[in-house]
Every structure is written in structure tokens, then in C-alpha cells.
Nanobody
Framework: QVQLVESGGGLVQAGGSLRLSCAAS????????MGWFRQAPGKEREYIAG????????FYGASVKGRFTISRDNGKNIVYLQMNSLRPEDTAVYYC??????????WGQGTQVSVSS
């Protein structure tokens, strides 16, 4: 099982930026892709960004497209989520996840992002 550790969350004003990082360790040889999810209070977990390992194909959810950018550090098992033009509705716990098939099965502990208006 892969261990995932997120960092970079915090409090920011609306319009500001944050960069989240996710470092993967243990069993990383079988990772096919990694992604970011978020969950706001009272809402379901939302898949917001993903990147495949083989072709670096990326996916963005409609709510973040054009504002967030997912990337990976080639040669290292680190994935980043650059978040620009943050809005109060982006406030949530952000989770990093890894997949070894079509489904994400490994999860980080989550990092809080709070955006003030």
C-alpha cells in the first residue's frame, strides 16, 4: 500500500493562491495515476484533478478548471496542485489519492484549505 502525505494547506484570502504537495512512498512502482479530491462540510467528496503516470494526461473538474493545475515531479513521486484565484467555495479538506487501476485506492490524511471572503 502506498503512503501519501499532503502538505501546503492553510488560510488564504479570496483571489489568493496556494500550492498543495503530495509525496508518495512505498509500493509506488505500481501507481498508474494520482489525483486530488476535496470535501467540504456537509458535501460529498469531489474529484477535482488527476494525472496519469504514463502520458501525464490530466483531468480537471468543472469547478476548478482554468484555476487549478496538477503536475508531478518527474523522477519523484510527488504531485502538486497549484490553486489560483481561490474562492470561499474552495474551502474544504483536500485529499491526495493514488490508483493502481481505474479506481483510487490509496488516500492521504487530508489538508485543510480555507478561503476567506
Amino acid at each position: 500500500q502506498v503512503q501519501l502525505v499532503e502538505s501546503g494547506g492553510g488560510l488564504v484570502q479570496a483571489g489568493g493562491s496556494l500550492r498543495l504537495s503530495c509525496a508518495a512512498s512505498g509500493g509506488t512502482f505500481s501507481i498508474l495515476g494520482m489525483g486530488w479530491f476535496r470535501q467540504a462540510p456537509g458535501k460529498e467528496r469531489e474529484y477535482i484533478a488527476g494525472i496519469s503516470w504514463s502520458r501525464s494526461t490530466v483531468f480537471y473538474g468543472a469547478s476548478v478548471k482554468g484555476r487549478f493545475t496538477i503536475s508531478r515531479d518527474n523522477g519523484k513521486n510527488i504531485v502538486y496542485l497549484q490553486m489560483n484565484s481561490l474562492r470561499p467555495e474552495d474551502t474544504a479538506v483536500y485529499y491526495c489519492a493514488a490508483r493502481h487501476s481505474a479506481q483510487y485506492t490509496d488516500w492521504g490524511q487530508g489538508t485543510q484549505v480555507s478561503v476567506s471572503s
